[in-house]
């Protein structure tokens, strides 16, 4: 984060496949709220999303992150017919200031 604030994300992920997918939203490696997109077979696309608000100190690190775990063969359609069906967007609600030290 380029302030320490609270921030909004958004993420939306559109998979193609029949096995589930998860993705995590993490701050500094750790999982702050998760997705998952599950489809029926092969040539079904799907989406899956979250949003969440976070506050942020100055230097924090946000990214999504794919489930190692997940089948193989899975993967994140990126630009399907120039739609942009993956998604990550984040913003400053409001910038948060130190407490000052009385005393």
């Known amino acids: 984060a380029p302030v320490k604030g609270v921030y909004s994300f ?19 490696n750790v999982t702050e709220v ?3 997109v ?3 077979h092969d ?11 976070l506050q942020l100190a100055k230097g924090d690190t946000v990214m999504l992150k794919h489930n ?8 994140v359609e ?14 400053l609600i409001y910038p948060l ?3 000052p030290i009385v005393g």
């Open 97 to 99: 200031e130190d407490a």
């Open 10 to 28: 958004s993420f939306f992920i559109a998979q193609r496949g029949a096995a589930q997918m998860f993705v995590h939203l993490t701050v500094n």
């Open 38 to 40: 599950e489809g029926m």
């Open 68 to 75: 190692k775990d997940d089948p193989v063969g899975n993967h």
């Open 78 to 91: 990126g630009d399907i017919w120039n739609t942009r069906a993956t998604t990550f967007s984040g913003f």
């Open 34 to 36: 998760g997705a998952v």
């Open 43 to 53: 040539a079904q696309d799907l989406q899956g999303g979250n949003t969440v608000n």
